[in-house]
């Protein structure tokens, strides 16, 4: 089965991606990642952050930082580690902060629509929700730390899981 994946993955993405995906006894993540996209994401990640940031700043939006910025900020963190995992691609402990980093990260950037939420009902008024403005905002965002504690967990699962698969 990995044989016809590996035939496949060269055929469409050519040989300098394939042989990168030959050796499955590499480290935790049994290839290695790759370089440029690591850098690419880094820095798309890093340009929409500092735009938050300015962005709160400036409209002295502050739930901005703990919701957008701080999503901004984990998946810089995660795709840091990532991008050294590229060239140490056996090291376990970038492996563990990409991980976990990456798969919290979204959680607060989910707030955001909360928010948003909140004062769009605000907005157009109260007679056209089902709940209070600020009930919405209580109840999703009680919802959004149970799931950031599951996944939370969930990453530290996959690492422990990394560790052992390594040892």
């Given at each position: 089965?990995?044989?016809?994946?590996?035939?496949?993955?060269?055929s469409l993405?050519?040989?300098?991606?394939?042989?990168?995906?030959?050796?499955?006894d590499?480290?935790?993540y049994?290839y290695?990642?790759?370089?440029?996209?690591?850098?690419?994401?880094?820095s798309?990640?890093?340009i929409?952050?500092?735009?938050?940031?300015?962005q709160?700043?400036?409209?002295?939006?502050?739930w901005?930082?703990?919701?957008a910025?701080?999503c901004g900020?984990?998946e810089?963190?995660g795709?840091?580690?990532r991008?050294?995992?590229?060239?140490?691609?056996s090291a376990l402990t970038?492996?563990?902060i990409q991980?976990s980093?990456?798969i919290i990260?979204?959680?607060p950037l989910?707030?955001?629509?909360f928010?948003?939420?909140?004062f769009?009902?605000?907005?157009?008024?109260?007679?056209?929700s089902?709940?209070?403005?600020?009930?919405?905002?209580?109840l999703?965002?009680?919802?959004?730390v149970?799931?950031l504690?599951?996944?939370g967990?969930?990453?530290?699962?996959?690492?422990t899981?990394?560790?052992?698969y390594i040892?």
């Amino acid at each position: 089965m990995h044989a016809s994946l590996t035939s496949v993955a060269s055929s469409l993405l050519g040989e300098h991606c394939a042989r990168e995906t030959v050796d499955t006894d590499i480290g935790p993540y049994d290839y290695v990642p790759t370089r440029w996209v690591c850098i690419t994401f880094i820095s798309l990640f890093a340009i929409s952050t500092a735009a938050h940031a300015v962005q709160a700043t400036w409209f002295r939006i502050w739930w901005l930082f703990p919701t957008a910025v701080f999503c901004g900020v984990s998946e810089l963190v995660g795709w840091g580690a990532r991008l050294y995992s590229s060239g140490d691609p056996s090291a376990l402990t970038p492996f563990e902060i990409q991980i976990s980093a990456t798969i919290i990260a979204p959680t607060p950037l989910i707030a955001v629509n909360f928010i948003i939420l909140e004062f769009i009902i605000k907005t157009l008024g109260a007679r056209y929700s089902r709940l209070s403005p600020r009930m919405y905002m209580v109840l999703f965002l009680t919802i959004d730390v149970i799931s950031l504690s599951i996944q939370g967990a969930g990453g530290g699962i996959a690492g422990t899981a990394a560790e052992i698969y390594i040892i």
